[in-house]
């Protein structure tokens, strides 16, 4: 089957001037001085293929080329060298409401961009009430957008271009904007596209949404390719990349600790090491730490956040009520999640060792460590399943 997108050795740099000139007096004025550039190296011999039907993840810290990337496949770059070819129609989603006109109202604005999508009249009417329900501005349908805030004109943006029939979606950090519940019928419409056999091509700073979404990704750092394969394996590594980066201070603080966490890997009861599990299976948290000296009654932690950022669970050695005299060398700690209760995504696990007052952490490695739970069925709700039984009486 033929890709829907062949990215072959792409490059892109740019040039970046050294002074600004904006004005006709500047230009005059320095006609004779040569104009001094610096070349920026966007990105590097970027290669892999996007098949029909696929959901594709592109992750990296701030910088390291993900919209550039985007941008070169939407044709709005070319390459400075390399191929992309894309087979099919696109619908790139990379700066919603950039065509908005702010003099003009929500309804002149949604016939405008949806006509720009290749919507005819009749089929911009039809749609127009599912437009301004999802966008949920149905009281403010004829105000000007520049009375509009930021989040109202990214809905109403995200609402129009959803309705643009394409075979391949770019999607840039579209979920970053609205709340909870637009973010969920934003996901909604994501699953619709799969099930109609849509491709996605989708940037986001949460790794969270890339491994439930994507089959595959690729991990760019400073316009290089580092990683590319199954989503969650190229999540270890981006994990990897965040910690070594972002946390390399607060870790630096610990290297002279007593006790350190040297990895955390979750099981299942066997022993079977496992990074994704269903919702009533026991899971097992195994820490191992190293005490370079002897250590007075640690308290070992964990945290376990949804990959939204909500907090779900943060047990400890302490409040369990399991005691632990004292540690030297090498060891492990097991926190043994019983029958979790936990409904289907990806949650990422804190870990730390305190002092037993709980004021001084010898160690803390924050949401470096991840698993998955598996949906069971399309229609969950919530955080957790809580057993319920019902009745009628009539």
């Known amino acids: 089957m033929e890709p829907i997108v062949s990215v072959e050795n792409v490059s892109k740099q740019f040039r970046i001037p050294h002074e600004k000139r904006d004005t006709l007096k500047e230009n005059v004025l320095n006609f004779f001085h040569k104009m001094e550039y610096e070349e920026y ?27 550039t990337l985007l941008k070169l496949i939407a044709g709005i770059y070319q ?23 702010p003099e003009l109202t929500a309804r002149e604005n949604i016939h405008m961009n949806a006509t720009l999508l290749g919507l ?21 349908v004829d105000l000007k957008l520049k009375n509009f805030s930021s989040g109202m004109r990214s809905r109403l943006a995200f609402a129009i271009a959803k309705e643009a029939d394409a075979d391949l979606y770019l999607v840039d950090e579209v ?11 934003c996901l909604d419409v994501f699953r619709q596209w799969k099930s109609q056999g849509k491709s996605l091509l989708f940037v986001s700073h949460n790794p969270g949404l890339v491994t439930e979404l994507c089959e595959r990704a690729v991990l760019l750092e400073k ?4 990683a590319i394969g199954p989503a969650d394996k190229v999540m270890d590594k981006y994990h990897q990349l965040i910690n ?24 299942d009861e066997s022993g079977k090491s496992r990074r994704n599990f269903k919702t009533g299976e026991t899971i097992v948290a195994r820490v191992s730490f190293d005490a370079k000296e ?19 669970s943060g047990p400890n050695t302490k409040t369990s009520s399991f005691t632990i005299n004292e540690v030297k060398g090498k060891g492990t700690v097991e926190c043994v ?24 952490p010898y160690d803390y490695k924050e949401r470096k460590f991840m698993f998955t739970i598996e949906k069971n069925r399309d229609n969950q709700y919530g955080l957790v399943e809580v057993p319920v039984s019902w009745r009628i009486s009539i």
């Open 41 to 67: 190296q966007a990105l590097n011999d970027i290669n892999f293929h996007l098949s029909p039907g696929e959901f594709f993840g592109v992750v990296g810290r701030n910088g390291s080329g993900k919209s």
């Open 79 to 101: 390459p400075s060298s390399g191929t992309i070819k894309a087979n099919g129609s696109m619908a790139p989603f990379l700066e919603l409401g950039v065509g908005f006109q």
């Open 120 to 140: 005819d009249r009749k089929a911009i009417e039809r749609k127009f009430d599912q437009i301004i329900a999802f966008a949920e501005i149905e009281n403010f």
């Open 175 to 185: 979920l970053a904007v609205g709340d909870e519940q637009f973010q969920k019928k």
């Open 223 to 226: 316009g290089r390719q580092i």
């Open 244 to 267: 070594i980066g972002e946390n390399s201070n607060q870790e630096n603080n610990f290297l002279e600790s007593p006790i350190t966490i040297t990895d955390v890997i979750f099981t």
């Open 294 to 312: 002897k250590v007075l009654n640690p308290v070992f932690g964990l945290a376990i956040h949804r990959s939204d950022g909500v907090h779900v």
């Open 337 to 360: 999640f019983h029958n979790n209760s936990l409904l289907g995504g990806t949650y990422q696990l804190s870990a730390s060792i305190f002092d037993y007052p709980c004021v001084y």
